[in-house]
Nanobody
Framework: QVQLVESGGGLEQAGGSLRLSCAAS????????MGWYRQAPGKQRELVAA???????NYADSVKGRFTISRDNAKNTVYLQMNSLKPEDTAVYYC????????????WGQGTQVTVSS
């Protein structure tokens, strides 16, 4: 079984910083893509940032220049450094890991709340 445990969420003022962590465990193929998604009230879940095993990254336009995704392949852990936070960053943030074998493997964490006050 695959488990992803997120940490680091909380309350922060606009302009501040938070760092999210997600540790994956279980039967995980090492050549995978890990990422962060978020969902705000009344909105669809959206990709925030993703990173491949080789280190290629992709960011939502709304967070470019403010957020940085990184990973530790030996630990199957992904991080999201969030700087210059804005109230519109308020959402539940979900960790994700996926890879392809005989079928697509796609797993999610339970989510961690990030609230940014103005």
């Amino acid at each position: 079984q695959v488990q992803l445990v997120e940490s680091g969420g909380g309350l922060e003022q606009a302009g501040g910083s938070l760092r999210l962590s997600c540790a994956a465990s279980g039967s995980i193929f090492s050549i995978n893509t890990m990422g962060w998604y978020r969902q705000a009230p009344g909105k669809q879940r959206e990709l925030v940032a993703a990173i491949t095993y080789g280190g290629s990254t992709n960011y939502a336009d709304s967070v470019k220049g403010r957020f940085t995704i990184s990973r530790d392949n030996a630990k199957n852990t992904v991080y999201l450094q969030m700087n210059s936070l804005k109230p519109e960053d308020t959402a539940v943030y979900y960790c994700n890991v996926k890879w392809y074998g005989s079928r697509r493997n796609d797993y999610w964490g339970q989510g961690t709340q990030v609230t940014v006050s103005s």
